[in-house]
């Protein structure tokens, strides 16, 4: 079970540097955003791991406009399946809206979208439609249809203004070793410093800025670093432990 008063204690992991290694992975992700004219795409499910990320990407871009330069469009997605937890997605529903108010009031170029699976490929369309049966780990056919298809779509058309993009997700080694094996053999595959070589699609890098981080690093951070859009870090931790 999460341990909040656990998180609370690597507090001091600031005089060790852990701030220092925040403001050097913004700087980081702020050079290789402004690298070039690439669109970059932020998948974000209203998690831990993806709030860090968006996060990051905030503090990144808010950095760069600080110093003047100009900012090309930053694509939030989020996939909603419409069977989703009624709580969570009132959540992510929630969060979307006020990142798109603020990201306005802040003259950043941050774009959320909320996206839905085609009516063909809806949970119920297939459980009922066409007699599929439920989802179980030998055969999730609702993760492909539910979540991956949309994002997809709109993953190919955002890179088809340039002919190619990047997608960055909050994937850690530290979640499975199955999970680790698959980011450290994408990391060989890659042609890109910083970069992963996407499972499918050669035109579309992923970059992982969190991918060496463990779950206290990424409590630590959303606990130590108010969401800039305006959400409660500390609601989404309760959620966390009630679910848990």
């Not at 999460?2 to 700087?27: C, H, M, N, P, R």
């Not at 690298?35 to 990144?60: C, E, F, R, T």
């Not at 063909?120 to 049966?133: A, H, R, S």
Request: charged share 25%.
């Amino acid at each position: 079970m999460l341990d909040e008063k656990k998180v609370k204690k690597y507090s001091a992991f600031d005089q060790f540097g852990f701030k220092k290694t925040i403001d050097d992975l913004v700087e980081l992700i702020a050079n290789l955003y402004s690298k070039d004219d690439i669109p970059w795409l932020v998948g974000y499910s209203g998690g831990k791991d993806s709030s860090a990320i968006l996060q990051l990407m905030w503090s990144a871009l808010s950095h760069l406009k600080q110093q003047g330069k100009t900012l090309k469009p930053m694509y939030v997605m989020t996939t909603d399946t419409l069977v989703e937890n009624p709580i969570v997605s009132t959540w992510v529903k929630a969060s979307l809206e006020a990142l798109r108010e603020k990201a306005r009031q802040e003259e950043l170029p941050i774009y959320p979208n909320l996206l839905i699976p085609n009516i063909e490929d809806t949970f119920w369309v297939n459980l009922i439609g066409k007699g599929y049966p439920a989802p179980r780990p030998k055969f999730r056919w609702c993760t492909n249809r539910l979540k991956i298809r949309s994002a997809n779509t709109f993953m190919f058309k955002i890179a088809a203004e340039k002919g190619e993009a990047v997608i960055v997700l909050g994937t850690r080694k530290a979640e499975s070793s199955n999970r680790s094996k698959n980011i450290k053999e994408s990391e060989k595959k890659s042609q890109r410093e910083h970069f992963t070589a996407h499972s499918s699609h050669n035109n579309i890098s992923a970059f992982l800025p969190i991918k060496d981080w463990s779950n206290d690093d990424v409590w630590l951070y959303l606990l130590q670093n108010n969401s800039p859009w305006g959400i409660n870090n500390k609601d989404l931790l309760c959620m966390y432990r009630d679910w848990e």
